[in-house]
Each structure stands twice: as structure tokens, then as C-alpha cells.
């Protein structure tokens, strides 16, 4: 297996139908800022974090390191997605499964009109191009029916269900062998 972070960093842009995925930019701050400060994105991920705290600690240029990608739609940041190698990450991991995690957040405003389904796509098909047969995992909470369908348009499988973090959460697995379907839209989608 080769390992996520070893991948060349940053890609070209990858552009889909109305999106943009890009390395970060000091014009993302503030929507960084949003993404973490905001109750309704971070209900399932532990509630907000203080806004004060993030204008302190929110680098100029936030994410900036591999796998991670800001979307873009018309020039403005309504989201993130992390491709990361979740062995550094807290909680439960199965590197036995994948390596690397799948991770986003977008903003409310942008939830209803299929962008993360279409961004994390796109970002599949750009691991699948960089590390063909490589699994990618997903980790949420069954009560976030969102991410539970993403995840099922997604084509992720679930590999298990378990209690952390007082909830119930969802373990599933991507893998794809020959590159996501045609139109940069990914399996399942």
C-alpha cells in the first residue's frame, strides 16, 4: 500500500459540473472559521467550537497539507473535503480495512443540492487516479442521516457499527478496483 501522504500535493484543480476542488487559500478563513463555529454542521461531531477560539487559532491559509480540498462554487468556499490517513486521527480505526479516511463539511446553506455527493465524488476519482485499489473509509453517526445516505450514494459498504463518543456510529469501506464511472461522478452515484 502506498501510503496518501506521499501523494504529489496539490493537484491541478479538479472541476466538475458546478465545483471546483482546490488547495486552500487565505480567502477560505472565514469560511474555515464558519464550518467549525457553526451548531448545525458540527451537531454530530461534538457541537461548535468557540468562535473566539478559531479566530485565534485558524491558520491564514487553513487545511493547507495533502488530501485536503476546498470547494468552490462560483468563487465562493462552501465546503471542505479531507482525504486523510486516519491512523492519526482519534477514535476508532481499522487500518486493516483502509488507510485513508474520507472527511467533509459543508455549509448549511449549500446542504440540499447534491455538492457533497458531487464533491466527494470528484474526490474520489482523483484518489482512484493517484492510488488505484486503495480502500477509503468513511466513519459518522448512524443518527446523521445525511452522511448515512452520502455514504450509500457514495458506494460505501459498511464494514461495522459501534458506540463511541456516546452514539452510535457507522464504519464502512470504498474500494475501487477500475476508475469511478463516468462524468466524474463516482461510484453509485
Known amino acids: 500500500m502506498t501510503d496518501p501522504r506521499a501523494l504529489a500535493w496539490p493537484p491541478a484543480p479538479i472541476k466538475t459540473e458546478r465545483l471546483v476542488l482546490r488547495e486552500s487559500e487565505p480567502r477560505d478563513r472565514a469560511a474555515a472559521i464558519e464550518l467549525n463555529a457553526s451548531p448545525e454542521v ?9 468562535r473566539a477560539e478559531l479566530e485565534r487559532t485558524v491558520p491564514e491559509v487553513p487545511g493547507r497539507r495533502p488530501g485536503f480540498f476546498v470547494i468552490d462554487l462560483d468563487g465562493a468556499t462552501i465546503g471542505t473535503i479531507m482525504l486523510d490517513p486516519h491512523a492519526e486521527r482519534p477514535g476508532h480505526i481499522r487500518p486493516d480495512v483502509g488507510k485513508t479516511e474520507l472527511a467533509y463539511l459543508f455549509l448549511p446553506q449549500a446542504w440540499g443540492y447534491g455538492y457533497a455527493t458531487e464533491a466527494c465524488a470528484a474526490a474520489l476519482d482523483w484518489f482512484t487516479a493517484a492510488l488505484p485499489g486503495e480502500a477509503v473509509v468513511l466513519r459518522t453517526q448512524t443518527a446523521n442521516e445525511r452522511s448515512m445516505r452520502l455514504a450509500a450514494k457514495l458506494g460505501f459498504t459498511e464494514v461495522e457499527r459501534y458506540e463511541e463518543y456516546g452514539a452510535e ?6 474500494t475501487s478496483v477500475t476508475p469511478p464511472s463516468a462524468g466524474g461522478y463516482g461510484a453509485g452515484s
Not at 42 to 50: K, V
Not at 169 to 174: N, T
Open 169 to 174: 456510529q457507522w464504519f464502512g469501506v470504498w
Open 42 to 50: 458540527n451537531t454530530y461531531l461534538g457541537g461548535p467550537r468557540p
